[in-house]
């Protein structure tokens, strides 16, 4: 019977609106169809989308459902899932007409769910209130501080490169440069990287996102410089000139904002519990409700050295030995 009443409010709840997403795979994407003769406009906030045995449907009302349905539903954007969501909210209404009828609110297994339902939303409240009291603007932004301070920002280099097959052609392009070739013009005619259309620009780049030879030398040197010698890495040998270097931006407070709410959130919630278990008598039981037995201390023979998480013996108790 238990089961039965699970999969009965299963059905009436979620299924209706969360689960016409799973339905909408196998339906082809639709246009929402509306007429002056299908909606009633009372005002902005009161458009009537349906009207079920004399019941109205508010558009307001499809907003909430089509809040609640999963990213890949939303993708599908409003109107076409419109005609959809619709015909589900017509069967809750139809749903909730009958159940009302058949099941009075007064009923034993209503009332005992709608205290646990109570419960939980109190809890919830509770935790809601106490949490935004205490996670204030001030808290937000000292933990941004906080933030910045242990993830400083890199460095970047921004560098051009020729990219050559053997030591021997990139010394000669590299006294071509270092003659007065321009640089960029040098690595369209010579470079056989990727860049080298793009006269070798490789724009910024931190020291890990480059093979260590060349991030190496490209970090030791300062804008406007190139490379004195050619330098090796497995793709060949390389032509370095350094462009600019910065500290890489850090992101804003705006940017981290959900994250740090959310990790203050959690922190917040265990200070909280660890608040509510210190001022608590709290004793438990076994699955079967029997007392759970004190672990017994295991006795240390003399001269060995006690358990992990054992307190050694007193200085009255150590081996004649020491």
Do not use: C
Not at 206 to 232: H, L, N, R, W, Y
């Amino acid at each position: 019977m238990a089961k039965f009443k699970i999969a009965v409010i299963a059905l009436a709840g979620a299924g209706l609106i969360a689960g016409t997403y799973a339905w909408l795979g196998n339906q082809p994407a639709a246009v929402a169809q509306s007429s002056d003769s299908a909606a009633v406009v009372q005002s902005e906030e009161k458009v009537v989308i349906a009207t079920v045995n004399g019941e109205n449907i508010y558009r307001a009302e499809f907003e909430d459902a089509y809040a609640q349905l999963p990213p890949q539903a939303q993708q599908m954007g409003a109107e076409a899932i419109y005609p959809l969501l619709l015909e589900r909210m017509v069967d809750e209404k139809l749903i909730g007409v009958a159940a009302s009828k058949a099941v009075p609110a007064d009923d034993p297994d209503v009332e005992k769910q709608m205290a646990t339902l109570r419960e939980r939303i109190v809890m919830q409240i509770f935790f809601e209130r106490e949490i935004e009291a205490k996670l204030t603007d001030e808290v937000l932004q000292q933990r941004y501080e906080q933030w910045k301070e242990a993830n400083p920002s890199a460095s970047e280099v921004s560098a051009r490169h020729i990219l050559l097959e053997t030591e021997e052609k990139a010394k000669e392009v590299l006294a071509e440069v270092q003659g007065g070739k321009e640089f960029a013009e040098a690595a369209k005619e010579y470079s056989t990287g990727p860049s080298g259309p793009s006269g070798g620009d490789l724009g910024f780049f931190t020291q890990d996102q480059m093979v260590a030879p060349f991030a190496e030398a490209a970090f030791a040197m300062q804008p406007g410089d190139i490379s004195a010698a050619p330098v090796k890495t497995d793709f060949g040998w390389h032509i370095i000139k350094v462009e600019d270097r910065r500290q890489q931006p850090q992101p804003s407070l705006d940017d981290l904002r959900d994250q740090l709410t959310q990790e203050a959130t959690q922190e917040i919630a265990a200070e909280m519990m660890v608040g509510f278990r210190e001022g608590a008598e709290i004793v438990t039981f076994d699955i079967d409700g029997n007392p759970i037995p004190e672990p017994e201390e295991t006795p240390v023979v003399e001269g060995e050295q006690p358990a992990e998480g054992q307190a050694p013996a007193a200085e009255g108790e150590q081996s004649a030995e020491q």
